[in-house]
């Protein structure tokens, strides 16, 4: 069976939502990169912000390129571009990224309870968002 090139509505709508979504993390890339201690002290901890702190530039560009291609991705998909497909793919590599090095220096004990729902969501819906891509390409509505 053909599928129709006209995305269905529900396109539409997960794709705003998805916008939506990584406007929101540019959002809080935005505040945690260019918060300064003090502002910083009003929800962490001293021990927090000290850890947090210590975390190396290339994990803010690589939480930056995460945060920035999930943006361009949506807007991509809302003008139908088979580029959203790539665009989601390095987005999710650069969050797998940030996890991995999250892991590793044991971010989790150092997290609040909103944080490590974060910290799970984050990766979930940016392979959702790959899957989603990768589904609206196959059904021809990328050109």
Do not use: H
Not at 90 to 100: N, P
Request: glycine share 4%.
């Amino acid at each position: 069976m053909a599928y129709s090139t006209k995305p269905k509505i529900w396109f539409w709508i997960v794709a705003i939502l998805f916008l939506v979504w990584n406007l929101m993390g540019v959002g809080a890339w935005s505040a945690e990169t260019m918060a300064s201690t003090e502002t910083l002290m009003e929800n962490y901890t001293a021990e927090q912000v000290a850890f947090y702190s210590s975390f190396p530039i290339w994990y803010t560009w690589a939480y930056g390129i995460a945060v920035f291609t999930g943006v361009f991705c949506c807007v991509a998909l809302l003008f139908k571009r088979k580029q959203a497909v790539m665009l989601a793919l390095v987005s999710l590599l650069a969050v797998v990224i940030c996890r991995v090095y999250d892991l590793s220096v044991d971010s989790w004990n150092m997290m609040e309870t909103v944080d490590r729902t974060f910290f799970i969501i984050v990766p979930v819906l940016s392979v959702l968002l790959w899957l989603f891509t990768r589904n609206i390409k196959a059904k021809g509505w990328l050109k």
